[in-house]
């Protein structure tokens, strides 16, 4: 069987600014998460950040990803208008893609979404709590009843998305906060998976069961049908314009 094709996007800002950040992600939060992917085996992984051409979501790049995961927190506002439109093209057609954490705010849930997906939220570094409410859904495979995370960014209700196809994980906070913290989609031909633990101020893409949830949800995220877009076509037919 041929290995599944992750592309894992991050901004790539906090790392470069906050020297607490970079000491927790030296490789930054894409290389820690692509290391977590790598660890759970079946998966081919490359990068991509914002400031790369076409914020290294090129037309022939998303052509040869499976799965999109998606990182980012500060710069949602610049990612242009065609990579929008190019994201949306692609999951339509079948291209998986998992939202992480504050990714939630990004243009490209929030156009899949239909909403503004705002939400409670507090940092104090409290103990959260994932339980796992549908513990038949793939993306649950071998995570058991509960995981726990000593130290996150808290996320409260209310949620604005809409209601999901399959609420896969709650989490507690110690503050008393609940929160729809593993929430799967279809749009299209395209399945999503929003994942809430991972703050970059805490070590979250480093724990086990995280990698885990990550690798099944990639594995859940996969294209079960993949149409051709617009985009690729066109790089197809016009390599040297597609490349830029």
Request: with cysteine; net charge negative.
């Amino acid at each position: 069987m041929n290995p599944l094709r992750v592309t894992v996007w991050n901004e790539f800002l906090h790392e470069k600014v906050d020297d607490a950040v970079r000491t927790i992600y030296p490789d930054g939060i894409h290389g820690a998460i692509a290391h977590a992917l790598r660890g759970q085996g079946g998966f081919e992984v490359a990068t991509a950040t914002q400031d790369e051409p076409e914020c290294g979501l090129d037309a022939r790049r998303l052509a040869a990803t499976d799965v999109l995961v998606w990182w980012g927190h500060m710069r949602h506002e610049e990612l242009p208008d065609a990579v929008v439109d190019r994201l949306h093209q692609e999951v339509l057609a079948g291209m998986g893609l998992v939202i992480l954490h504050s990714a939630v705010a990004s243009r490209i849930f929030r156009r899949l979404m239909g909403t503004n997906c705002t939400l409670r939220w507090r940092d104090v570094g409290e103990k959260e709590r994932v339980w796992t409410v549908a513990p038949d859904h793939p993306i649950a495979e071998g995570i058991g009843e509960y995981f726990e995370i000593p130290r996150s960014e808290t996320y409260g209700e209310r949620f604005d998305v809409p209601e999901p196809d399959r609420l896969v994980f709650i989490s507690w906070h110690a503050g008393g906060e609940v929160f729809r913290s593993g929430c799967a989609y279809h749009r299209g031909n395209g399945r999503i998976f929003f994942f809430a633990p991972g703050h970059e101020s805490y070590p979250i893409y480093h724990q086990e069961p995280v990698a885990r949830v990550l690798a099944n949800a990639c594995r859940w995220a996969a294209p079960r049908v993949r149409r051709a877009t617009k985009d690729f076509v066109h790089a197809e037919e016009a390599p040297e314009q597609a490349r830029g």
